[in-house]
């Protein structure tokens, strides 16, 4: 295996008005190795790789790419100088199909007019074969699921035929399947010599995938070692610069009497059939399965938000309707959705309005006027509560970070006094330390009683946080298991059941 | 509320606390997020220089008569800007419920009223009449865009020629044939164009400001409230923003989506009532392209197609800009032929000034 070093970044500074993102951070990986970037959200991470790409203009500090000084202007020079980048937040022309993607902007022609439809398909196809991915190239963007785009994603990256390759986050909507898969087309580019920078926040991915380990936090440079020497207590406390006792918060809710219960629900247009369950007061109930198995599906049908075809809802004994989300809301519902950036947040809007949405009624006066006081007091006690970090009430929610967004979502549903609390990946693309802040909250909601149903794709948060855990395939509810006995191997024999 | 004192300090030490390289950025910044009001002063100074005219009392009068002429169909559109779509139609609507108003109110005794049969109606009624068929369009609007998620831009375009069909059927009716209706009742034209309060100038003569102004500033009052202290005005905030997310969030988006297009609607009624006494002789092409002022205004105010952002105190400024600009033109002697080409230029500016703002900078 050649060692020979490829990528030097050394003494990158990057000051933003009021805040250091990078201080002198240095980074070095070699050719033919997989080399992991971890650090908190905010540590820096993204800013560096912005830097390297040229999306931003370091203020100091020098680029060496096989040994040439190298200054970037913008991600297209670094692309065409062999270095390209998997994002984590997919940016797609969701209406165009596969290939239009990934030979955007670089389309093969024909006599320099007219583009080469048929080359393009081939050579999609080509690339496609190579990295084992099973898409068809003329399938439109939106028609294929998340974790398929993100496949399309890392196949553009390496049809660059870069020589050093970031992805960044990429797992984060992928199943376990999926990310075996990606592990071994890293591992393919790996031998062939490419110099990978892998960011993420699983541990255990990291420990598997890579051989060399930078950590950052604070926009500092912690420590550079071999995978090899380190074990995930240690990163963890690279990271975060103390001890972060347990990956979970002690689990003291105690399920009381059956209060949710579903029964034979099946939707109209997804492939969601027969599936019944109960769920208690005070219970967290996980819901595991394969991406597209009707984890997401379910919560939805039970929210009102798709289709019914057929089946029942009970709340403590009485039947309810939950047409939609208005009336479920009313009977005490809540949903936290998968996608926070496209069906989660107002972007635009401010923390205030982002809280106070679905509790309006609350606030009206004489029955027409909202009040503005109250509505401030309602978001500070959802900010306190959640120990949401913002500036100020006033602050546009798109400049939180992931987990304060999350923060803030949950505390507009709390401001509706549901009952029954709907999560679909809570704590997607959240760092470490606010997951911890996420799980708390969830397990103190459990303590006050409620019922608390939550979709999650990584395994351990499930074991961690449930009581139960429900296995979907196929659409169906493969079987339930018991969180405190059940292994990851259960799991996933009951996910693969109906595929 | 915070305290725009302490902001502007703030502000201020921020900016204090920039670099020199910075600071001239910022500086720059500035300049082309306001170009539009920079440019507005320079264009304002000119035209005083070439006509002194242009800034006296009367003048001033003048501007803000017009202004307030077109301030609710302004304020109508700027809703269904809002949650990102647009209206097409608002004009033709003004045309129609201008007609209407007038049809209803000419006076007893003039020859030729379209409806000879039809007694006396009071003022209220008619309102009350443009107000409900305005609304009706909107409300056609906004079922077809809410129910079958089209585009604004095909629904109004649609209604706009429907509009404008049922416009050309009215002119003919009863052996009208398609003449302008006119010799409208003295009540009606004292309601509107009646003299509220005069200003005494120097001159020893005095300006009077009539009372459609106030009708406006009532608008203004009630759509503020509207967009600012009620669930509705939330929720279309919401809509314009995120509608997915507001699905979710327990937001009828349906009917937040059809409510604003019939407040809409019933703003184009108002303006048509306005307008029908103003113009005093209506025509099948009462209103045509009025829609195209109002979203300029509203572009201009800071109303942006990108959803979820604006402000009545934005639709304002921008109708009251647009005016003191087609005023000042008027006043330059600038031909109407080349008034159009500036009019197309300053709405192409401000939108590009518009979405600079939004651009996410790297």
């Known amino acids: ?499 | 509320m915070t305290n725009p004192i302490k902001n502007m300090q703030q502000k201020m030490a921020d900016f204090q606390a920039l670099d020199a390289r910075d600071k001239k950025r910022a500086i720059g910044e500035g300049l082309i997020n306001n170009a539009i009001y920079i440019l507005l002063v320079i264009f304002v100074i000119y035209t005083y220089s070439r006509n002194p005219m242009f800034i006296t009392t009367s003048s001033i009068v003048n501007i803000i008569s017009l202004a307030a002429a077109s301030m609710p169909i302004a304020l109508g559109i700027g809703g269904c800007i809002v949650l990102t779509g647009t209206d097409l139609s608002a004009g033709r609507v003004v045309g129609l419920t201008a007609a209407i108003s007038a049809a209803m109110l000419q006076a007893m005794d003039w020859g030729n009223r379209i409806f000879p049969n039809l007694p006396e109606m009071p003022i209220g009624v008619v309102i009350l009449t443009v107000i409900i068929v305005g609304g009706i369009v909107g409300l056609v609007n906004g079922f077809f865009v809410a129910k079958f998620s089209l585009h604004p831009f095909i629904v109004t375009l649609a209604t706009q020629l429907i509009v404008y069909g049922a416009i050309l059927m009215f002119f003919m009716a009863n052996g009208n044939n398609g003449q302008p209706l006119s010799g409208l009742s003295e009540k009606f034209k004292n309601f509107v164009t009646g003299t509220w309060f005069s200003i005494p100038t120097s001159s020893g003569k005095s300006v009077a400001v009539p009372w459609y102004v106030l009708y406006a500033i009532i608008m203004i009052i009630v759509m503020w409230f509207i967009w600012n202290k009620t669930t509705f005005g939330k929720n279309m905030f919401a809509v314009g923003s995120n509608m997915e997310a507001a699905n979710v969030s327990g937001v009828n988006v349906f009917k937040t989506t059809v409510m604003v297009h019939t407040l809409a609607g019933c703003m184009y009624g108002i303006t048509g009532f306005i307008e029908s006494a103003r113009i005093a002789s209506n025509t099948a092409n009462t209103g045509l392209n009025y829609e195209c002022d109002a979203i300029a205004a509203c572009v201009i105010g800071g109303v942006s197609f990108v959803g979820g952002t604006g402000k009545i105190s934005g639709i304002v400024t921008g109708v009251l800009l647009l005016r003191i600009i087609f005023v000042a033109l008027n006043f330059l002697s600038i031909s109407g032929n080349m008034q159009y080409i500036i009019k197309g230029l300053i709405i192409l500016i401000a939108c590009s000034i518009d979405m600079r703002k939004y651009l996410v900078r790297k």
């Open chain 1, 1 to 499: 295996m050649g060692q020979e070093v490829l990528l030097q970044m050394t003494d990158i500074s990057k000051e933003f008005p009021g805040v250091k993102a990078l201080n002198h951070v240095s980074l070095t990986v070699k050719r033919g190795t997989v080399h992991a970037l971890m650090g908190e959200n905010g540590a820096g991470k993204s800013t560096l790789m912005k830097c390297l790409f040229g999306i931003y203009s370091k203020d100091s500090g020098h680029i060496y790419l096989d040994g040439k000084e190298v200054s970037f202007k913008n991600s297209k020079e670094a692309m065409e100088n062999g270095v390209a980048m998997v994002h984590q937040e997919l940016n797609q022309a969701l209406k165009r199909n596969v290939m239009d993607n990934i030979w955007l902007g670089r389309y093969p022609t024909k006599g320099g007019l007219m583009v080469d439809e048929k080359k393009m398909y081939q050579d999609t196809k080509a690339i496609f074969d190579d990295l084992e991915i099973n898409v068809d190239p003329h399938r439109i963007m939106s028609t294929i699921p998340v974790s398929q785009r993100q496949m399309v994603e890392i196949a553009k990256a390496v049809s660059f035929n870069s020589k050093i390759l970031v992805f960044d986050e990429p797992t984060s909507s992928l199943t376990e399947e999926e990310v075996e898969h990606l592990f071994r087309i890293i591992n393919m580019l790996r031998d062939r010599g490419v110099g990978i920078i892998y960011i993420s926040h699983k541990m255990a991915e990291i420990l598997r995938i890579s051989d060399e380990i930078t950590v950052m936090r604070d926009g500092c440079w912690v420590d550079t070692k071999p995978a090899s020497e380190l074990d995930m207590p240690t990163i963890i406390k690279l990271m975060v610069g103390r001890e972060l006792g347990q990956q979970f918060p002690p689990k003291t809710n105690k399920p009381g009497e059956t209060y949710l219960e579903v029964e034979n629900l099946t939707a109209q247009y997804s492939l969601l059939r027969d599936v019944s369950f109960q769920a208690r007061r005070g219970e967290i109930v996980g819901l595991a399965g394969l991406d597209g198995s009707g984890r997401t599906e379910t919560l939805e049908n039970i929210f009102g938000i798709a289709t019914r075809k057929s089946g029942t809802i009970k709340l403590g004994g009485k039947v309810v309707k939950n047409r939609n989300s208005r009336e479920s809301i009313k009977n005490g519902f809540a949903l936290l959705t998968e996608e926070r950036r496209a069906t989660g947040i107002f972007g635009i809007l401010n923390i205030r309005e982002n809280t106070v949405i679905s509790s309006l009624k609350k606030h009206l006066r004489a029955g027409i006027m909202l009040d503005e006081k109250s509505m401030r007091k309602d978001t500070q006690w959802s900010i306190d509560a959640m120990h949401t970090k913002t500036p100020s009430q006033e602050t546009k929610i798109r400049s939180l970070s992931g987990g304060n967004q999350q923060k803030v979502i949950l505390g507009r549903w709390l401001l509706t006094d549901p009952e029954v609390l709907l999560l679909d990946e809570p704590t997607r693309g959240i760092d470490v330390g606010a997951k911890y802040e996420i799980y708390q909250l969830i397990i103190d909601l459990a303590n006050k009683g409620k019922t608390i149903l939550m979709v999650s794709s990584e395994m351990p948060e499930l074991l961690g946080v449930c009581d139960r855990i429900l296995v979907m395939s196929g659409g169906r509810l493969a079987g339930e298991v018991d969180a405190k006995t059940t292994t990851q191997e259960e799991i996933m024999t009951l996910a693969a059941k109906y595929v």
